[in-house]
């Protein structure tokens, strides 16, 4: 089953690169007391990902400051050098975006938010979405329906119905 508005976000560790190399991210502390968006992609440098999702969140991220989002995370079930690579490529990283990963899909997973595609070798990917979490809870959730798509949980989508 799928994580709906008003569920709390499962404990769960992620990974990112730090000063000196990965570290592990405690998701549940980093939201504490905090107003985040998460948004997940499918894959770091798949076509819609590197074109049209993180774009949408390297522009739109100054407004979400404004909306009092203390923090935009970037997921994808890769590893965090491929997120920091991806992060630096795109201008993410630049932009103040986090980019975070979820290597063996047990966040994905355990919110419901898994699929795989074997012919395009998606295996245990994140469906894409994004998401406003308060202290740990999801206040707005907006998933696409097809993981090609990046319409409802594009930034400026998001930012809107904030």
Not at 37 to 47: E, L, W
Not at 113 to 132: T, V
Not at 139 to 161: D, F, K, M
């Amino acid at each position: 089953m799928s994580i709906s508005k008003g569920d709390r976000l499962p404990d769960a560790t992620l990974a990112g690169m730090g000063t000196d190399g990965p570290e592990a991210v405690d998701l549940g502390q980093r939201l504490k007391g905090r107003k985040v968006v998460i948004f997940a992609v499918p894959g770091a440098y798949t076509p819609t990902c590197h074109s049209a999702h993180v774009p949408s969140f390297i522009r739109t991220k100054a407004d979400f400051d404004a909306k009092g989002v203390d923090e935009v995370i970037c997921l994808s079930v890769n590893d965090p050098f491929v997120m920091q690579s991806w992060g630096e490529a795109t201008g993410a990283s630049a932009a103040g975006i986090t980019m975070l990963g979820d290597p063996e899909a047990g966040f994905t997973k355990a919110i419901g938010m898994d699929f795989s595609a074997p012919p395009a070798g998606l295996i245990d990917r994140s469906r894409r979405y994004a998401m406003l979490v308060e202290d740990g809870a999801v206040t707005l959730l907006h998933a696409e329906e097809n993981p090609g798509a990046c319409e409802v949980s594009a930034g400026e989508a998001l930012l809107a119905a904030i």
